[in-house]
């Protein structure tokens, strides 16, 4: 019987212990989740859901869309092109011009990719060549994609089927950026000549050319005095932009307006050599795009092999 009552007393206190440490941990983790929770309402209160904290020279990226920024998270390019291979990892558009499946999946990307490009949206108006104006907090302008010239639409498939692809570049968004025109007299020596003689400082222009890159995955043999560079440049051929080759200042700036469309230029490979990789490089030219090849600031790469 003196046992009886001593293991019923244990057990009465180990059941009061257990009991008394169940609430314990229920009264702490509640006052945890309302401390969390309420820090997290305090938090929200200093975000603006459309406008961003720190913009520009104040943000991580200093108001550049061709400004490559290492942190934490990775790199923010600048510039991009479409469509992308499979592998997101990967620069490289490959594929046999004669091969219907193989066309139709690159065709599919870029139908995918202009989905948002097919019509005019609420939050958009339709601008012209001679609007000074930019880009209202409520309202951008709409980039009509689905009607740039032939072959670059989906009803030509983009021209993948004639081994001439069209391969999109555009600028990244960047909260309140606007481009800046160089000064007539300051125009860079690198820039192109049918880009000088032209230049209109309201606009933002794409130049395309042959590239060699020191870090290619792809065989390609190195040569010394820009041979290599020559190269890609005589394979990739003739090139068009369409609509044009510059981009004008009224689609700036992006202010996360509803139905924002980011202005592309479609290049148009005319004649590029089959068989044989060609490494492109698009850049952006504007005052305040900063443009280094070693850290692919202010453009764009990609590989194009034609079977």
């Known amino acids: 019987m003196l046992l009886s009552y001593t293991v ?15 609430v314990f941990y229920v009264i702490f983790y509640l006052f945890l989740a309302g401390f969390w929770s309420g820090m997290l309402i305090v938090f929200y209160q200093t975000l603006d859901e459309h406008e961003p904290s720190y913009k520009l020279e104040s943000s991580r990226i200093t108001g550049s869309p061709g400004r490559v920024t290492t942190n934490m998270w990775g790199c923010c390019l600048g510039m991009g092109y479409r469509p992308h291979p ?12 004669t091969d219907t499946e193989q066309v139709n999946k690159w ?33 951008a302008c709409f980039f009509d994609a689905a009607n740039i010239a032939s072959p670059c639409n989906s009803q030509n498939g983009y021209g993948f089927s004639q081994g001439k692809p069209c391969i999109v570049v555009k600028l990244n968004r960047i909260y309140g950026w606007v481009p800046k025109g160089y000064e007539q007299d300051k125009l860079p020596s690198d820039m192109p000549e049918n880009i000088k003689s032209n230049y209109d400082p309201t606009k933002v222009y794409i130049s395309c050319n042959g590239s060699v890159s020191l870090t290619s995955p792809h065989p390609t043999l190195l040569q010394n005095d820009g041979a290599e ?79």
């Open 86 to 97: 499979e592998d997101a990892s990967s620069d490289f558009i490959w594929y046999n011009h």
């Open 8 to 22: 019923l007393r244990v057990i009465h206190e180990e059941v009061g212990l257990g009991v008394k440490i169940f």
């Open 229 to 307: 560079e020559a190269s890609d440049r005589d394979n990739m051929g003739d090139i068009e932009y369409l609509p044009n080759q510059s981009i004008a200042s009224y689609y700036f700036p992006f202010q996360n307006q509803k139905n924002y469309m980011s202005p592309l230029v479609f290049i148009h490979f005319l004649s590029p050599v089959k068989n044989q990789i060609v490494q492109v490089r698009c850049r952006a030219w504007a005052a305040n795009i900063q443009y280094n090849t070693k850290d692919n600031l202010g453009s764009t790469q990609f590989s194009l092999l034609i079977d």
């Open 107 to 139: 065709v599919k990307r870029m139908d995918k990719f202009l989905k948002g490009y097919s019509k005019e949206g609420p939050s958009t108006k339709t601008c012209d060549a001679g609007q000074s104006e930019t880009a209202h907090k409520n309202e």
